[in-house]
């Protein structure tokens, strides 16, 4: 039996106390400890990307993170991206694309596309960017080549891209917009 | 997953002294590897001496006028550095060709040099791996070898490679290895850091227990490296392993090769510089048929593993290939 040990985490805005023996994953201690089951585990093994969560501002798979690694550092799951005044854009997005069947994939899908968007903002180049020391244009291949790492097994692939594509640009329809319209 | 201990040292001296104190003991730095390994009881360790916090993350002018990148550099930040996509652009294509966005937020510079082959025999331990225990044989061999060695191979020996994009691109660009061990700080060139698995495979670099990666240092750009690139060839477009890659340098004038280097990816243990392709080609007109005839040198010595679940005898044609058109389109023509 492991002796446990302390440390303190922010998610989604809330501070919790806790103790965990050191084998706990982030994802595990999120799910199983502070019961936020928000982050999916899919694969466990860092291969699907359901487990995508925002750390100190950036997107990683918690279920490849030890918890006890990342005592005092905060994460924020796809329901802390909600704000008092709505949905976070990437999210309106989805829902206006309906971009995604069952939703298993969704939360890490949704995490992974803000990372991405904030990381293209910053100039970060990709595997598809033509010219390495040039501006990124977040384009289709873009969006496809940057969201690799989430797999969705219904295949929502061509309305995740069009989500992530008009929350980038900031063109997304509001889902209440649409609802107005049907 | 089998209990360890964790450590959080202050300091990375006190990092290297708590891991060499303790045989069973591991370094972990981004863990996108380790935790993956843990969980399959590839490894099981006693200990977990958590570097993440004590190896550094900055990216610093050297007075040589290269660079040297702290071991805690993330990837992401190493491939977006503006001094490594202008003065080094291999280094920066080829992190970006590896993982997914998430990992390389999370893999560090020192780490990504440490990984473990992605041969699915080692990565299972109830398959026979004599990488995971030299008392044991090799599945690969017979068994599904597509993604294995072709280079640097011992009849019956391991025939694992090194999955690493940015340590291909770092032995096409001699760069150097800090490390922090027991008794001291040393340099390694990265040519001699990895290591052909030999008589013993279990040890796919020269670092000893306790030695610590603290940087990586690029020597200073020349006109060939500046002119460099990545290539990689895989099942897939993005997210996978290397079926091959190659790291590419070429300075040509006059139609002339004037400096040229490559490393090859997926073709063996270590991150294999192609010195002989490299040799071949100096000094020689920058065409088809002499890059041809370089990289046909270089794989005059290759050992192809035939095996019924599909072997590996296409990496040759593969390899050509690649190294030509990447050559080619470097060379000013189209790829």
Known sequence: MSTTIPMSITVDGERHDLAVDPRTTLLDALRERLRVTTAKKGCDHGQCGACTVLLDGRRVLSCLTLAVAKDGSHVVTADGLATDDGLHPVTEAFLAYDAYQCGFCTPGQICSAVGAIDEARRGMPSAVTADLTGEVTLDRTEIAERMSGNLCRCAAYVNIVSAVEDAAHGTAPRSSTLEAQA | ?335
Not at chain 2, 95 to 124: P, V
Not at chain 2, 147 to 167: E, R
Not at chain 2, 277 to 304: H, K, M, N, V
Request: charged content about 20%; overall charge negative.
């Open chain 2, 1 to 335: 997953m089998k209990p360890f201990t964790y450590a959080r040292p202050a300091v990375a001296s006190e990092a290297v002294t708590t891991l060499a104190a303790d045989p069973d003991a591991r370094f972990l730095a981004g863990g996108t590897n380790l935790l993956d390994h843990l969980k399959l009881g590839v490894v099981e360790p006693s200990q977990l001496v958590d570097v993440s916090r004590v190896t550094g993350t900055a990216i610093e002018e050297l007075a040589d006028g290269g660079l040297r990148i702290d071991a805690g550099v993330p990837n992401s930040d190493l491939a977006a550095d503006a001094r490594v996509r202008e003065r080094y652009p291999a280094v920066a294509a080829a992190i970006l060709a590896g993982a997914s966005g998430q990992l390389r937020n999370m893999a560090s510079t020192g780490g990504n040099l440490l990984q473990r082959t992605r041969c699915a025999y080692f990565a299972d331990p109830t398959t026979p791996c004599t990488k995971r225990d030299l008392s044991q044989g090799c599945s690969a061999r017979g068994g599904w070898a597509r993604y294995h060695a072709v280079l640097g191979t011992a009849a019956d020996g391991c025939i694992a490679t090194h999955p690493s994009d940015l340590a291909v691109a770092l032995v096409a660009l001699d760069a150097q290895v800090q490390v922090l061990g027991p008794d001291g700080a040393r340099t390694i060139p990265i040519g001699e850091f990895h290591r052909l698995p030999g008589d013993d495979p279990t040890r796919d670099t020269v670092l000893a227990h306790g030695d610590l990666v603290t940087a990586v240092d690029l020597p200073a750009t020349t006109p060939a490296v500046r002119n460099s690139t990545y290539r990689k060839v895989r099942d897939r477009a993005s997210y996978a392993f290397a079926l091959v890659s190659a790291a590419v340098a070429l300075e040509v004038a006059d139609g002339t090769v004037v400096d040229v280097r490559i490393a090859l990816g997926g073709v063996a243990h270590k991150p294999w510089r192609a010195t002989t392709a490299e040799a071949t080609l100096r000094g020689r007109p920058a065409t088809d048929d002499e890059f041809r005839a370089a990289i046909a040198a270089e794989l005059d010595a290759a050992a192809p593993v035939d095996s019924p679940l599909g072997g590996n005898a296409f990496k040759i044609p593969l390899v050509t290939g690649t190294v030509v058109s990447t050559l080619r389109a470097l060379a000013g023509g189209a790829a």
